[in-house]
């Protein structure tokens, strides 16, 4: 496995990850030890076939929409930065930091998870969360076990209970109006090293 | 000699930190439950940093972290229903996953929890002092300049006698000097081999050791399993015929005593396969046979699911528990990593194999038990000696993907929590909307 700074160096713009994402280089040669296990074929990039080897992740029922997150429309594959950006938003909070109202929100706080938890939803993008989004969420996670009449009722219920501005979709605003009592830094981290 | 009165009096040392095997922890797949037993021992604590799901959130279960979600909500769980936030869990679940995950990580080595000064076994390297890089260049001399030709001459010595030896043997006649004759020759030349590996091995419960007629299961780990076990009796071994220095051996080897060799087109026929070994079985005068049931190389943190196969054939299990300390040398072979001959160069040139194997009481299987339950029985029992994880995964997810059916668990699990306990049926819409 080789020496952390000789890892270190086999990775390109490091501070420039350190500094956007907060990870630690402890972390980052974690992540690239991870990446690299992951790409089976040494290609420097990752595909959807590589994430759908994991096999916790492929009885997920959602895996095939987190697998999505990571990679952009129209893109292919994943590179190492990108693959680190998007861990970053499961980083937990730092605590200690200043509330810096010039600095560009991390990456990690409490707006950024929850906009990335809005984007698993709103597949294309237009800002609201649809009834036709929400029942493909639905879908997956429930497949076989209920009648289509009850994930559309389920679907119906949720918008009526988010959606205040009656437009029968849920924006970003009503999405985290509706979970403001969610400890949502507990419940969107991941603890990155053993 | 000096150096294995070194190895034996560190074993000692080193072993009495552990002395009481440590209780089961089973895994049920798809969740993050850890199922205790009901007798947990005193050891427990100690062990439960290397056993319980490492670098994992102490969540716990889908009810429970669900319960968590919909705290602030009005509404009791247990009346069903979705909230926007049950999909965190499962995001959560999934990038936990993509980090890192329990069945990949049994496929490649045990990470140890401070540094046995082998290079191999170094993942985060940090320089910590000169000291400590002059100590690890003095075990490179050794390990490489001193022991290491040590063992290869024994190794050479041990191998080729093996097939002279067998060959000589299987020119007499008579069967029951034969017998004995090939015994002894088995015996020395694993022997030898195992000195070549520099194999400390502590056997226990010498009492229920496999008798003829019998079958030996045990968890496998690497090829060195099969030496490690034939040091301490005679077995017929299992497996495909290969052609080259392997196919050389296996041939003389039949030649003394009756193994079970086949040839790649007959494993595909299991029923073939089967015949074979109830044959070999029912002749109570044959050795008894050895079979590694999980069919791949895991690691040794943990047992795997057992093929039901060798269940079905019958007679008497005698399972046996290896279990390798990490800490002188990682007997782990990574197939898709290293090839037979390197992993052999990497085993010559670690400190020392140091091996303690259990032997169990035998078992049958009981009246109305299928194979898979059996099997599942033995597995235990097995993971419970040799303080392994038992894991209810397939080895074979080393190369295939996993089942469709524990995705249904978990969609099953879940919708159980949305819509309650209830089947799909035509009241649903009825009762939901006298909720309101």
Redesign the interface.
């Known amino acids: 496995?080789?020496?952390?700074n000789s890892t270190l160096s086999k990775i390109p713009n490091v501070e420039e990850l350190v500094q956007e994402t907060g990870f630690t280089p402890?972390h980052i040669?974690r992540?690239y030890?991870?990446f690299e296990?992951?790409d089976k074929e040494k290609t420097g990039h990752l595909r959807p076939q590589d994430?759908?080897?994991?096999?916790?992740?492929?009885?997920?029922?959602?895996?095939d929409r987190?697998i999505g997150a990571f990679f952009s429309p129209g893109q292919e594959t994943v590179d190492f930065h990108s693959f680190v950006r998007i861990?970053a938003h499961?980083r937990p909070a730092d605590k200690k930091r200043p509330k810096d109202p010039s600095m560009p929100e991390p990456v990690n706080s409490r707006t950024s998870k929850l906009k990335f938890?809005f984007q698993?939803?709103d597949q294309d993008k237009d800002g609201k969360i649809s009834r036709a989004e929400l029942l493909q969420?639905?879908r997956s996670?429930?497949?076989?076990?209920?009648?289509e009449?009850?994930l559309e009722?389920?679907a119906d219920?949720?918008i009526q209970e988010?959606d205040l501005d009656t437009d029968d979709a849920?924006s970003f605003e009503e999405?985290r109006k509706?979970?403001e009592?969610?400890n949502?830094d507990h419940?969107?981290?991941?603890?990155?090293?053993? | 000699m000096f150096f294995w009165n070194w190895v034996k009096y560190s074993t000692s040392v080193l072993s009495t930190e552990k002395r009481n095997a440590s209780p089961v922890l089973s895994v049920v797949p798809?969740t993050d439950r850890l199922v205790l037993p009901s007798h947990s021992s005193s050891a427990f604590p100690s062990l439960g940093s290397l056993y319980t799901n490492?670098?994992?959130?102490e969540g716990g279960s889908m009810e429970q972290?669900m319960g968590?979600?919909r705290r602030?909500r009005t509404q009791s769980i247990s009346r069903g229903?979705?909230?926007?936030?049950?999909?965190?869990?499962?995001?959560?679940?999934?990038?936990?996953?993509?980090?890192?995950?329990?069945?990949?990580q049994r496929f490649?080595s045990e990470?140890l929890v401070s540094w046995n000064l082998l290079t191999r076994t170094?993942?985060?390297?940090?320089?910590i002092s000169l000291r400590l890089t002059v100590i690890w260049g003095l075990g490179v001399i050794i390990r490489y300049c001193v022991l290491f030709p040590l063992r290869i001459t024994l190794a050479i010595i041990g191998l080729s006698w093996l097939v002279i030896g067998t060959t000589l043997v299987g020119f007499l006649p008579n069967r029951r000097v034969k017998n004995w004759l090939s015994e002894l020759v088995h015996l020395m030349c694993y022997r030898i081999c195992a000195r070549g590996l520099s194999a400390t091995i502590q056997y226990h419960n010498k009492n229920n050791k496999p008798q003829k007629g019998g079958i030996c299961v045990a968890n496998h780990t690497s090829p060195i399993d099969i030496v490690i076990l034939a040091n301490d009796g005679c077995y017929a071994m299992v497996g495909q015929s290969h052609s080259g220095l392997m196919g050389v051996i296996q041939r003389s080897m039949v030649r003394s005593c009756p193994h079970v060799w086949f040839e790649r087109s007959e494993m595909r026929d299991r029923h073939a396969v089967t015949s074979r070994l109830r044959a070999h079985v029912a002749a109570k005068s044959n050795l008894p046979i050895l079979i590694f049931p999980e069919g791949t190389c895991i690691n040794n943190t943990s047992v795997m699911m057992f093929k039901k196969g060798s269940f079905e054939i019958g007679g008497t299990i005698y399972p046996v528990a290896i279990k390798y300390d990490p800490r002188f040398g990682d007997a782990f072979w990574n197939s898709a990593k290293y090839n037979m001959v390197s992993y052999l160069l990497r085993m010559m040139t670690s400190w020392a194999i140091v091996v303690n194997v259990w032997y169990l009481p035998p078992m049958t299987r009981q009246e109305g038990e299928d194979a898979t339950k059996f099997a599942n029985r033995v597995k235990s029992a097995i993971a419970h000696q040799g303080g392994l994880l038992d894991m209810a995964?397939d080895g074979s997810?080393k190369r295939d993907?996993?089942k469709e059916e524990?995705?249904?668990?978990?969609?099953?699990m879940?919708?159980?929590m949305?819509?309650g306990k209830k089947a799909?049926n035509s009241q649903?819409?009825h009762t939901?909307s006298t909720r309101r």
């Open positions: 496995m080789g020496s952390t402890a040669v992540l030890d991870r296990a992951l994430f759908g080897a994991i096999n916790r992740l492929a009885i997920n029922p959602i895996g987190i861990l499961f938890a698993l939803y969420v639905l996670m429930l497949e076989m076990q209920v009648t009449e009850q009722s389920i219920r949720t988010a849920i999405f509706s979970l009592k969610v949502i419940k969107m981290s991941i603890r990155f090293l053993r | 798809g490492r670098g994992r959130r972290e968590e979600l602030y229903e979705f909230a926007l936030s049950d999909s965190f869990y499962f995001y959560r679940k999934g990038l936990e996953s993509i980090v890192d995950d329990q069945v990949t490649s990470e170094n993942h985060n390297f940090h320089y995964w997810l993907k996993v524990f995705k249904e668990q978990q969609q099953k879940y919708s159980s949305v819509v799909r649903e819409p939901e």
